[in-house]
């Protein structure tokens, strides 16, 4: 059975609500270094940036430049670039801005130049509309000699003011943050996943390479379902039925130039 991943993980806010309270989502994906784990989050960000124009997207590259993520887009039809120009996406490029002062011989604080970047798109972000942010690779900040505590400590952070401001939000809206790491910072990801509302696991086929799928995906959702009255807006979902919320699925997943196909039949990791 072919599954859709946007789909399956049901990101529409009228479809559930975080145990944690307020307005605010938090999804964290763990990855290897040797599987392209990266579709998981292309497909989220071409979600937001297609069914939610109202919301502000920032987007925190630290593993790729903007050039890979609108490639990836532009391969499914989305023009990630147009939607940039249209100013509802905000970059921080940290790879480029890191190696310009490395190769100046000057010192940079990343993690500070991170925090400081978004407490300045916030105060840009117009007062009562959703915000997104999603950072593309936590582990990068290890691999230049960062301690988990203060990589943790940027994230409750920004985490802290999304949550904040979700207070000015419609019960229909959502600010979100997604992380992207891979699986070797497994202490920094498991007080993430206490946090999280999703959590997702890729990893490759661990006994060889198949021509029938490309690894496994695990999906832990501990969200709740939403009671006011959304019990028609669930009918309507092929997979993202009020009984796939608060639950933790495994699959198969097969990678195409334009689409994810999931099937059921993973074992539970």
Known sequence: MALDLISLLCLDPRHSKSPFGVQYRQILISKTYLNSGDFAFNSILQHFG???????????NLSHNWSNYSIASSK???NLKKKDNGGNISIIDLQTEYLSAALKGAEIDLCKLVYDRFCAFMKETKR??????MIDDLSIFSSIGYDNTVIHQLIRQISNRLREDSSELTNEQLNHMIIQSSDDLRGLIQSLRNSSDIYMV??????????????????TDIRLPNDSGNKQIHSTLSFAQPTNIGCRRSFFYKLGDRRVRLTTSAPIL
């Open 50 to 60: 297609r069914r939610e124009p109202d919301s502000s997207i920032l987007m925190i």
């Open 76 to 78: 499914c039809g989305f």
């Open 128 to 133: 009562g509309k959703p915000v997104i942010v």
């Open 202 to 219: 890729i990893r490759p086929l661990e006994t060889g390479h198949s021509t029938v799928v490309d690894g496994t995906l695990r999906i």
